[in-house]
């Protein structure tokens, strides 16, 4: 359980980091679908330049996932799949996308509209904790927060913030509660605290991943 004075603690470092530069904001459906398969123990540079590919290549051939279904069928091998949209080897990526998209349609999100209502509905251990082999926690939020819900998700920059401050390890759940509880007591939302974490942490800024 997350106490007062580890919230306050985190609160008092946190009013420290200047204000965040980037929007987490999503819209894009298709988007949105490889940034939650890629943006994860990646190097960013890396998933910055496998959706610049996308976009500069495959942009008009991939637009639903009517046609995320033409081209799994074109490319039925991982490999090749992740070289046409991405231009990298990342067949384990290809696979858990194959395995989203799927997933997805069996719960009836097909396009922006049903994504953004499901964000907004789900929970994690109801609605896709083990849906999808690989797909975690962090995944799962990062989604929810380009949807426009005021969450965080337990990567490994919020992780390191969190748990320096209190001085423990937190599970994901009292990570999420913690870095929340922080941002209501800065009288900022959780989205905000989290951006401002991570530019930090890394030196980033002005714009994101999927942005």
Do not use: C
């Not at 989203?100 to 209502?117: H, K, S």
């Not at 509660?177 to 942490?201: H, M």
């Amino acid at each position: 359980m997350v106490t007062d004075d580890e919230v306050e603690r985190v609160a008092a470092a946190a009013a420290q980091l200047p204000p965040a530069r980037a929007s987490v904001l999503e819209d894009d459906f298709v988007t949105n679908l490889f940034i939650a398969v890629l943006d994860y123990m990646l190097r960013t540079a890396t998933v910055v330049a496998a959706l610049e590919h996308y976009r500069r290549t495959r942009w008009d051939e991939v637009r639903t996932i009517d046609d995320l279904d033409r081209v799994f069928a074109a490319h039925p091998e991982d490999t090749p799949l992740a070289l046409h949209l991405w231009g990298y080897r990342l067949w384990t990526r290809a696979a858990q996308l194959r395995a989203l998209v799927g997933f997805f349609r069996d719960v009836g999100v097909v396009d922006a509209e049903t994504l953004l209502a499901w964000a907004h509905a789900s929970e994690f251990e109801r609605d896709f904790e083990g849906r999808v082999k690989g797909l975690g926690r962090a995944v799962y939020q990062s989604l929810l927060m380009r949807q426009g819900v005021d969450t965080v998700k337990p990567d490994v920059h919020v992780r390191r913030f969190g748990e320096t401050l209190v001085g423990r390890p937190l599970a994901d759940a009292e990570l999420i509660e913690l870095i929340t509880s922080a941002a209501r007591r800065l009288g900022i939302s959780a989205v905000e605290l989290d951006v401002r974490i991570w530019e930090s942490s890394t030196g980033a800024g002005g714009s994101t991943i999927g942005g």
